[in-house]
């Protein structure tokens, strides 16, 4: 037995040496090896390569939207004034309990309430009704489009600006032309300075800012629709608003859920038009809920009360958000 073994090792010496000495001799491979890295081993480069690929947005995105937010959703149930207090003092709900007992935020709710009710039906039906109009063939229809999309370009800052400047009750433009021109003289107010023409002037600048968007979006879901089934109903006899209300508007369900959201969105954080044409008022009638969050938290400093009444705001929009996707989901 040791015989055989001595035989077989010296065959292996021979073979590894003539390997050595000859460079034409292809080297034996035992079975099994493989030259190439492990599987593991490759699929863990690959993880780190994707990781560090995706290292840099999910930094960002942990440092200015996760972290904010946890930071924010810990103050709500704290108490602190970061110009006076060392460090935040929980308290637990008591912010939340304290923001349904605050007058000002109970008219604050009404007021973004009214304001959402009253933009929202009126940029819904009127930027429908403009698609409609658009969506025929008109002369210089590409002008009229552009025309139309034209103000969502202008920021709402300066939106407000100039609509303090043609709604000022002196020398403003409507006024002007109330009564110098036209001598209604009993129409001529302070559009501003009353609790229900400053919220109207509100919704105008609003609608005014963002209808322009809107049309362009019931627009893209009017040339979504076929144009077979258009053409079949003007055979079966759909024209006018038979047509819309029975064929049209049945098939653009998804196109209202999503102009319904979005509008809804821009209603519950209405700032700035409020911010610059009235600042809340006359009184707290035109004052909204971001308006009183943005007031709480740098005007009187208590960050925490803020970030409930924030947290608030935030699961009313996503109650919203929802009524309006099952409402939509109903119909179909």
């Not at 930027?127 to 103000?151: C, G, T």
């Not at 107010?189 to 049309?215: C, N, P, Q, Y």
């Not at 040339?223 to 759909?238: K, N, R, T, W, Y």
């Amino acid at each position: 037995m040791g015989a055989v073994l001595c035989s077989a090792c010296v065959k292996v010496d021979a073979a590894i040496g003539s390997d050595h000495m000859s460079s034409d001799v292809q080297t034996v491979v035992p079975p099994g090896f493989n030259r190439r890295p492990p599987v593991r081993k490759r699929e863990r480069r690959r993880v780190l390569a994707g990781m560090g690929f995706v290292a840099p947005a999910a930094i960002v995105i942990f440092a200015f939207m996760l972290y904010p937010l946890g930071y924010a959703a810990y103050l709500s149930f704290t108490k602190y004034n970061f110009v006076y207090d060392d460090a935040p003092e929980f308290i637990g709900a008591q912010n939340y309990v304290a923001a349904f007992q605050d007058p000002q935020f109970i008219t604050s709710l009404k007021n973004t309430g009214v304001y959402t009710v009253a933009y929202l039906s009126a940029v819904l039906v009127l930027s429908f009704i403009l698609a409609l109009m658009l969506f025929r063939k008109l002369k210089a229809q590409s002008f009229y489009r552009s025309a139309i999309f034209v103000p969502i370009v202008v920021p709402l800052s300066l939106a407000g600006l100039i609509f303090v400047w043609l709604l000022q009750p002196n020398y403003g433009l409507v006024n002007h032309v109330l009564g110098n021109i036209l001598g209604f003289n009993g129409a001529t107010r302070a559009w501003l300075s009353e609790g229900g023409t400053a919220m109207a002037a509100i919704v105008i600048v609003s609608l005014w800012a963002t209808i322009g968007f809107m049309t362009i979006l019931f627009l893209a879901g009017l040339q979504s629709i076929p144009a077979e089934i258009l053409e079949a109903a003007e055979v079966d006899g759909a024209t006018g608003w038979k047509k819309t209300f029975r064929v049209i508007i049945p098939n653009m369900r998804q196109t209202f859920l999503l102009t319904g959201i979005w509008a809804s969105l821009q209603a519950l954080k209405v700032f700035i038009e409020p911010m610059v044409l009235t600042d809340g008022g006359p009184g707290n009638s035109t004052l909204v809920i971001y308006q009183q969050i943005y007031k709480t938290a740098f005007n009187y400093f208590d960050m925490g009360y803020a970030s409930a009444m924030g947290f608030i705001l935030g699961g009313i929009i996503m109650l919203v958000i929802g009524l309006n996707y099952v409402i939509v989901r109903k119909k179909d």
